[in-house]
């Protein structure tokens, strides 16, 4: 292999795709002019982010995050279950986190914003998939170029996360809400997977895998509910913080 460190690859070689283009440049070596410019402001940029979500964020209340797929049309069963979902619990008091683009994003969006709820959206700039719904208060839409920083975002302000069908970001999501409780990194709230069928293959990996193997605990199969209703994800959210007798309504 042949490097230089003083090129981008992707000018020298156009006909490069992207993926070949990253990789040829996180293999070169980069002159210091290239560090300082752009790995160290970086640095800057992620602060910019953190401190725009924070800012915008901190007065919104108790917010229930929803997660799930970007490529389910509203013609799907879990779209109008997810607009139900986030409708009723935005009745109850929480408004609605969802990552702003299309799919169940939008359905939760759309069903704060039929309830005249808070309807926060935190959009994430991709090439593909993602783009804003028109279902977000215009106040709380964001754009975040990082998936780390928009990750603090969901759950440093949600009380609740309700997780529908979805792919590998909606995976990502999951884990780090019940990572983040495991390790007692935040509190033990309610995570409602929906969809027993869609979850069960999962659901079950889980007990004759990873328990199994000593991987996790059988206290941590605890950490979330499974439900296959509108109603069922709604009451546990209810029951939830009935139990610990928090008004959320404010």
Not at 45 to 58: I, Q, R, S, T
Not at 191 to 201: H, K, P
């Amino acid at each position: 292999m042949e490097m230089d460190g003083n090129r981008d690859e992707s000018l020298v070689n156009p006909a490069l795709n992207i993926n070949e283009t990253k990789l040829h440049n996180s293999l070169r070596q980069k002159t210091w002019d290239e560090t300082i410019t752009k790995d160290s402001w970086m640095v800057f940029k992620v602060m910019a982010e953190f401190v725009d979500g924070y800012e915008k964020l901190a007065k919104i209340g108790p917010c229930v995050s929803i997660f799930g797929s970007a490529r389910l049309k509203p013609e799907s069963k879990y779209y109008e279950m997810a607009v139900e979902i986030a409708e009723k619990i935005t009745k109850l008091g929480f408004g609605i986190i969802t990552g702003g683009g299309p799919g169940i994003m939008e359905a939760g969006n759309k069903g704060a914003f039929n309830a005249q709820g808070r309807s926060i959206g935190l959009n994430i700039d991709l090439p593909f998939e993602q783009h804003f719904n028109p279902y977000i208060n215009k106040s709380y839409s964001m754009n975040f170029d990082y998936f780390f920083v928009r990750k603090v975002m969901f759950v440093k302000y949600s009380q609740g996360f309700v997780v529908m069908p979805g792919g590998f970001g909606t995976l990502d999501e999951l884990t780090e809400a019940m990572t983040l409780i495991q390790t007692n990194k935040i509190g033990k709230f309610p995570i409602v997977l929906v969809g027993s069928e869609f979850w069960g293959g999962l659901l079950e990996w889980f007990k004759a895998t990873l328990l199994k193997e000593g991987m996790i605990a059988e206290d941590d199969l605890d950490l979330y509910r499974v439900v296959d209703t509108a109603d069922e994800a709604v009451a546990h959210i209810k029951a939830f913080y009935d139990k610990y007798s928090v008004n959320v309504n404010f």
